[in-house]
């Protein structure tokens, strides 16, 4: 197996800076050799350029919109050209916001496959400009994907939409944290929702029915580490997850399932602060050993 690992060190679709240092920060906790020392051939593609999060008081509901479609064009451009096209591959996207899956699924298309994507996060994400006063693109970004009413225009590289409904797939979402908005637009899209309690209860089995529900063919699997119970691993940028979601451990057969899969092409991780993993020195390394064993072991 060769993972190739490409850092995007980018918060300008997040809600405040620190994002922007995780891809350095899983290297600094051992990712790269966790990888090699699990049996996988690495190659290190090094980092996109470094963005950091300002109030934007132009655009306060889609918050550093042109900056974050640069961001995303560059991921879009390299990944296509790193993206493996067999089972002994797999590329390693190190984010930077949630909006890096919308990268990701851009580089498939631009290589001429059917983007899928399997959504790993607490939430949908479905949300735009229109929908809600946040105004960071993290939550928003696979309602850009969806080219739903209200998307800002050119976030989504190539144009939106980027996804057909059928094409994407939710594991891991609580269901009291979606928006009004969100759930009306996943009924009217009959986009396939996976809860939280399924994944926390059967891990392996939750993945399974995750990708039975998209059409055959390669797929991506996004991360967002809010999907996590933050008093097990507190290193998400969102810090409501407490006494809920699935732990680690309990997360890594369900990562594995998806992974291993001969049609999996990549994982992006999304939304992880290092300010807040410093909390607990065991959970970055924690983090680092499970994708090890995901990864370097295939």
């Known amino acids: 197996m060769t993972v190739t690992v490409l850092g995007v060190p980018s918060s300008t679709g997040a809600y405040c800076v620190g994002v922007e240092r995780a891809p350095a920060a899983l290297r600094e906790a051992g990712l ?10 690495v190659v290190d593609a090094g980092d996109l350029p470094l963005r950091r999060w300002t109030p934007d008081h132009q655009n306060p509901f889609a918050q550093n919109v042109t900056e974050e479609a640069r961001s995303l064009e560059e991921l879009a451009d390299a990944a296509a050209r790193l993206l493996g096209r067999g089972a002994a591959s ?16 851009s580089a498939l298309r631009l290589a001429g496959l059917t983007p899928r994507i399997v959504y790993i996060d607490r939430h949908l994400d479905l949300n735009t400009p229109e929908s809600t ?13 969806l080219g739903l009413d209200g998307a800002a225009a050119g976030l ?3 144009g939106g939409p980027l996804l057909r409904p059928a094409d ?24 396939v929702i996976v809860p939280q ?3 926390v209860a059967d891990a392996r089995g939750a993945a399974r029915s995750a990708r039975g529900a998209l059409d055959e063919g390669p797929f991506v699997v996004h991360l967002d580490v809010d999907v996590l119970d933050f008093l097990d691993a507190p290193i998400a940028e969102n810090v409501n997850g407490r006494n ?4 680690l451990e309990q997360l890594e057969p369900a990562l594995a399932e998806l992974c291993r899969h001969p049609s999996c092409l990549g994982l992006t991780i999304g939304q992880l602060d290092p300010n807040h993993a410093a909390a607990d020195p065991t959970a970055l390394p924690r983090l680092v050993g499970v994708l090890g064993r995901v990864l370097g072991g295939l």
């Open 90 to 105: 797999r590329l390693l996207v190190l984010g930077g916001a949630c909006t890096i899956a919308v990268g990701l699924g």
């Open 197 to 199: 309690g399924d994944l």
């Open 32 to 41: 790269i050799d966790e990888l090699e020392r699990a049996g996988g051939e």
């Open 168 to 191: 994407l797939v939710y594991l891991g979402v609580d269901t009291d944290a979606v928006t009004s908005w969100e759930r009306a637009e996943a009924e009217r899209l009959g986009v």
């Open 156 to 158: 989504v590289p190539g």
């Open 244 to 247: 809920s979601g699935p732990t």
């Open 133 to 145: 006063r946040e105004g960071s693109l993290s939550w928003m970004g696979m309602g850009h994907a």
